[in-house]
């Protein structure tokens, strides 16, 4: 089965610094999709950022982009230019090869606060 | 922009009662996931429907939880007789293709 790993369970960053949150995951696959979802204190699950294993350039989205390292099996994002709405639980999610409508698995998240 | 919506925000119901939870998911979305949050924990998988059919469940998913399509437009999860540990957020999530999952704003489930 696959396990997404989340180190660090709190991270700060004063506002309009880059701040990287890291993600891990195990899996036996060779293509499958990663993506961050952001939860802000509303408690809804905002999708961020997507990457697709055989693509090699990491994906970006505005100040959000990724750092995939395949090998290594870690997914980090990285926020640019970090804004107060950045305030967040960001969740690593891992999604295998299609076989049918396949479930995310999810890390168990990292709480982000932007400082003033 | 479209979004996946979902009904009540709050539920609050006793122990052993029956709760339905709706979703109104994105109308070209064809998968169908149902997802929950206990709170402080991480989102686990519980169920996705294509095509009208049940595609994979959880271990969590068990005989007290159900999934319909009543009138091809809303998404419904029951739970027949809800537990105090049912308690949670519960996350529809919808999409066009299989590898993409937008979700909705929750409803939170609370058991007393």
């Known amino acids: 089965a696959q396990t997404v790993t989340q180190s660090q369970p709190e991270m700060s960053v004063q506002e309009a610094e880059t701040v990287t949150l890291s993600c891990t995951y195990d899996t036996s696959e060779n293509n499958y999709y990663l993506f961050w979802y952001k939860q802000p204190p509303s408690r809804q699950m905002i999708l961020v950022i997507r990457?697709?294993?055989?693509?090699?350039q990491n994906a970006t989205e505005n100040r959000f982009s990724v750092n995939f390292q395949k090998a290594a099996k870690s997914f980090s994002l990285k926020i640019s230019d970090s804004q107060l709405g950045d305030t967040a639980m960001y969740f690593c999610a891992f999604m295998k090869p299609l076989s049918g409508n396949t479930p995310l698995v999810f890390g168990k998240g990292t709480r982000l606060s932007v400082i003033a | 922009e479209p979004e996946v919506t979902q009904t009540p925000s709050h539920q609050v119901t006793q122990m052993g009662q029956e709760v339905i939870l709706r979703c109104v998911p994105i109308?070209?979305?064809?998968?169908f996931y149902w997802y929950r949050q206990i709170l402080g924990q991480k989102v686990e998988f519980l169920v996705s429907f294509y095509n009208n059919e049940i595609s994979e469940k959880s271990e969590i998913f068990d005989d007290q939880f159900s999934v319909e399509r009543p009138d091809g437009s809303n998404f419904t999860l029951k739970i027949r007789s809800t537990k105090l540990e049912d308690s949670a957020m519960y996350f529809c999530a919808g999409g066009g293709t299989p590898y993409e999952q937008y979700f909705g704003p929750g409803t939170r489930l609370t058991v007393t």
């Open positions: 990457q697709e294993a055989y693509k090699q």
């Open positions: 109308s070209n979305h064809l998968y």
